[in-house]
């Protein structure tokens, strides 16, 4: 069992799923204006910085980070 919160159990169960079905990768994109501690977590997991990015929703504009976590 994983110690910290449920969303971090939930996450590494994600991430032995995936490495279950052979992906080599994982790619998420993390709005880096809205919640400044979300991206430390992801960098704390091992996902490194690829590119920064601009999001769009609907009208809205939002700067993101696109990370990159290899599994292999």
Known sequence: MVSGGIGK???FGFEEFTRSHNSKRIRIDVVTDYD???LG???KNG???E???ILSWGEKM???QKLIKRLY
């Open 9 to 11: 159990e939930l996450y």
């Open 36 to 38: 400044e501690t979300s």
């Open 41 to 43: 977590f992801w960098l």
């Open 47 to 49: 996902y490194i910085i």
């Open 51 to 53: 590119e920064e990015i």
């Open 62 to 64: 939002l700067s993101a």
